[in-house]
């Protein structure tokens, strides 16, 4: 039997098969979770409704949910709850800026609107999908779960407002476990090292940054959304019962290495 069997979560931000969401998903199926998802839009109704049928879940357990309105994550929980008695957990894996935020010197690119939507979409609703699923998980002993990337602690190149919008994020991951860990949730984080995702296609120089990073960790190679699902899958199973506040890095241990051992190229 797997080991979130008799679980119940819902996963937010499965876009293509190449999401973190749906390597997460893909662990949490096998360890016998049962799985309800959201889309973002019409767009990508049918490739969360078929990657939810890959899951064993129909669409009566999929929900359209822009994470900027308060009245879709409302009406996420209330059609869940017709569904199900209760929630061990949600899967926040969204984070989005203005395309224009992450191309150029922060301080030439930096806008006001920019900001805001950088930390509404990437920050603030994981604190809003938290408030609106803590009816469902009461008395659980419920996890939830966040993506994020070391560029909230460290510069990168363009990465820019979602630097900030992550770092205010990680924040979130602690004030929401302080203020859930006495009902019994647990609140984490996992900062994943960079992967090719819808997310990240359009970024320039992406190749090179995977390559970099690639040679710069002590792994000497990239992580996979595999790899993060499992350590997902584990995070919000009763086997980390006692982490809570924690940011859990996936990345090959890139960012504990300051200066790289090899250059991109070098072979071992
Ligand atoms: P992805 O493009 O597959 O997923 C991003 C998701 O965000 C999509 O499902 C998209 O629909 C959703 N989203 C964006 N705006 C939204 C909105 N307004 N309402 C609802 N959903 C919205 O890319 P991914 O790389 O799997 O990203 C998932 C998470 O992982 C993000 O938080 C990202 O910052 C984080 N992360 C990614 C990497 C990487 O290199 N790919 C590394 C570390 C952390
Ligand atoms: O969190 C991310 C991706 C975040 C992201 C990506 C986009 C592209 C399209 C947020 N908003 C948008 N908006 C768009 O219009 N990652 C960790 C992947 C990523 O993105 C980068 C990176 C890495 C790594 C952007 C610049 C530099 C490095």
Redesign the pocket.
């Known amino acids: 039997m797997g080991f979130l069997a008799g679980k119940r979560f819902l996963i937010?931000?499965?876009?293509?098969d190449?999401?973190?969401?749906?390597g997460i998903a893909e662990a949490m199926h096998r360890e016998g979770a049962e799985l309800a998802f959201?889309?973002?839009n019409d767009k990508?109704k049918s490739r969360v409704l078929k990657a939810a049928e890959r899951y064993g879940s129909n669409e009566a357990l999929c929900f359209p949910?822009?994470?900027?309105s308060d009245e879709q994550i409302q009406q996420v929980f209330e059609g869940l709850g017709k569904q199900w008695d209760g929630l061990d957990g949600v899967v926040?894996?969204?984070?989005?800026a203005p395309g224009n935020e992450l191309d150029g010197n922060f301080a030439d690119v930096a806008t006001r609107e920019g900001f805001r939507i950088a930390h509404e979409?990437?920050s603030y609703?994981f604190v809003a999908l938290a408030q609106a699923a803590r009816p469902l998980m009461k008395g659980r002993n419920g996890a939830l779960l966040?993506?994020?990337?070391h560029a909230s602690r460290q510069t990168v190149p363009n990465y820019n407002v979602?630097g900030l919008a992550?770092a205010s994020l990680e924040a979130s991951v602690r004030y929401l476990a302080s203020s859930l860990g006495p009902e019994g949730t647990r609140v984490n984080g996992i900062?994943?090292?960079?992967?090719?995702?819808?997310?990240?296609s359009g970024i320039k120089k992406f190749r090179s940054m995977l390559d970099y990073n690639a040679a710069k960790a002590p792994l000497r190679r990239n992580v996979t959304?595999e790899e993060v699902g499992n350590t997902a899958a584990f995070l919000c199973s009763d086997l980390a019962s006692g982490i809570s506040s924690e940011i859990t890095y996936v990345d090959g241990g890139a960012a504990t290495v300051s200066m790289p051992f090899e250059e991109p190229g070098e072979e071992s």
Do not use: N
């Open positions: 937010v931000g499965v876009a293509s190449r999401s973190i969401a749906t959201t889309y973002q990508l949910c822009d994470v900027a926040h894996a969204v984070g989005f979409i990437s609703s966040t993506l994020t990337y979602m992550k900062s994943a090292g960079p992967i090719r995702t819808l997310a990240a959304i």
